[in-house]
């Protein structure tokens, strides 16, 4: 894993540094107390253990130094080697978990959304339920009228046109989109909004556009959304009606 080769890298430059620094500072001060003990015997004149002292000088040049270095560059090792272990023990614990979290996460994303799909659809299908129970909309859009008189068809929409709008009135509160009526003129400003307000006909300038309302265009200005069971199909718009005889 790249992680991993990148702390190795920088954690073994790290200590070697650390441990490089520690050698000088080791050696540095073992040999300035050397060369104090140096003076001191001189100046009050012990022979032997000037001697010995100049002896020990020559020997740490050649031998301590480098004994001392090897020392630490193993200790160095050792610790970083000990240290990369225990931090790749630490990723691969932590790699699991991160992985069943994304799982988890993704699980769950797909559920919600799955769920929030079938919600869609019966809210969706839920006005047309309402209006096929209530008005049969269904059934009249159903229906062969090519086999009806116009006079029967009209007392069937007379019919069906106020139960439906009853439904639309218990279930939505509706309003204008403009306030001007059919046929009047109006002003179409430069911030208006096209979700709102459709242009037609000879749309050639920028705005403001004088024009004509055809359609004053309708916006919920209140919905009452309903409360679903969890085991009702949302593919059912109503449900067959079989009379037991």
């Not at 047309?128 to 059934?139: A, C, H």
């Not at 859009?141 to 009853?166: M, N, P, T």
């Amino acid at each position: 894993m790249d992680i991993i080769k990148a702390y190795s890298r920088q954690s073994f430059i790290i200590i070697m540094v650390i441990m490089t620094v520690l050698c000088i500072l080791v050696d540095l001060a073992f040999y300035l107390g050397l060369n104090i003990i140096s003076e001191k015997t001189t100046l009050f004149e012990i022979r032997e253990l000037v001697g010995w002292i100049t002896a020990f000088q020559d020997l740490f040049k050649f031998c301590f130094v480098p004994i001392s270095a090897g020392i630490f560059v193993l200790f160095g090792y050792l610790l970083w080697l000990f240290s990369r272990i225990y931090f790749v023990k630490l990723i691969k614990k932590q790699i699991p978990a991160s992985k069943k979290k994304q799982v988890n996460v993704g699980v769950k994303t797909h559920v919600d959304k799955k769920e929030k799909e079938r919600y869609n659809r019966r809210i969706f299908l839920h006005l047309l339920s309402l209006l096929q129970r209530e008005g049969r909309l269904v059934d009249f859009f159903s229906e062969d009228l090519s086999l009806y008189e116009d006079d029967q068809i009209g007392v069937a929409v007379r019919s069906i046109h106020e139960s439906c709008k009853k439904v639309i009135n218990k279930n939505l509160s509706l309003k204008p989109v403009v306030r001007e009526n059919e046929g009047e003129q109006i002003t179409v400003g430069q911030d208006f909004n096209p979700d709102q307000i459709k242009l037609t006909g000879n749309v050639t300038s920028k705005p403001p556009f004088q024009g004509i309302v055809r359609h004053r265009g309708w916006q919920v200005k209140k919905l009452d959304i309903p409360t679903f069971s969890d085991t009702r199909n949302s593919k059912i718009i109503a449900p067959a009606e079989v009379e037991i005889v």
